[in-house]
T-cell receptor, first 113, second 112 residues
Framework: DSGVTQTPKHLITATGQRVTLRCSPRSGDLSVYWYQQSLDQGLQFLIQYYNGEERAKGNILERFSAQQFPDLHSELNLSSLELGDSALYFC????????????FGEGSRLTVL | GNSVTQMEGPVTLSEEAFLTINCTYTATGYPSLFWYVQYPGEGLQLLLKATKADDKGSNKGFEATYRKETTSFHLEKGSVQVSDSAVYFCALRIQGAQKLVFGQGTRLTINP
């Protein structure tokens, strides 16, 4: 158990819909990272927050947004969903701003039908 | 740009066989290098790391040496077990950068 909690574990929805994925980092960790894992693109970095502030942005679509709240949990919002958004979305946390060892949650599997 | 290339899987071996999973990288500057492992149904977890050239990371019988001259960080284990069946990811981080850049992952299956 990494100490990172992601909900929901599984989510099935339809194209055009909006979903929110939630992540609680390990106790004391200030950084939260979101990654998308798909079969054809591997693990893609989406975005990172450190103590509530956005610190780095990767290949995140404009339809996606994220935030980190004062209690350090984070949410990833995916809107106008397309079939290609079906993937496993991982949250990871670390104590620091610059990534070293990341502690990953078990992921949220999103299926868009 | 910064990237990681791993040998394509899947890799299937018998128990007690020798394992090598190749990883090469392209990076601006001097990266730290990592191997992460993902067991079925779980998130990724750090297996080992090396932060400078010629460093050797090791854990659970796995080893990898940071080779700057060949820009490689190959993962090795002398005698694999069924419990080593998982997906293995090589990754790098440029000093001062926020994100880890991952390779595509290599699925390893060990048969008894």
């Amino acid at each position: 158990d990494s100490g990172v909690t992601q909900t929901p574990k599984h989510l099935i929805t339809a194209t055009g819909q909006r979903v929110t994925l939630r992540c609680s980092p390990r106790s004391g960790d200030l950084s939260v990272y979101w990654y998308q894992q798909s079969l054809d693109q591997g693990l893609q970095f989406l975005i990172q927050y450190y103590n509530g502030e956005e610190r780095a942005k990767g290949n995140i679509l404009e339809r996606f947004s994220a935030q980190q709240f004062p209690d350090l949990h984070s949410e990833l919002n995916l809107s106008s969903l397309e079939l290609g958004d079906s993937a496993l979305y991982f949250c990871a946390s670390s104590p620091w701003d610059a990534a070293g060892e990341l502690f990953f949650g078990e992921g949220s599997r999103l299926t868009v039908l | 740009g910064n990237s990681v290339t791993q040998m394509e899987g899947p890799v299937t071996l018998s128990e007690e066989a020798f394992l090598t999973i190749n990883c090469t990288y392209t990076a601006t500057g001097y990266p730290s290098l990592f191997w992460y492992v993902q067991y079925p149904g779980e998130g990724l977890q750090l297996l080992l790391k090396a932060t400078k050239a010629d460093d050797k990371g090791s854990n659970k019988g796995f080893e990898a040496t940071y080779r700057k001259e060949t820009t490689s960080f190959h993962l090795e284990k002398g005698s694999v077990q069924v419990s080593d069946s998982a997906v293995y990811f090589c990754a790098l981080r440029i000093q001062g950068a926020q994100k880890l850049v991952f390779g595509q992952g290599t699925r390893l299956t060990i048969n008894p």
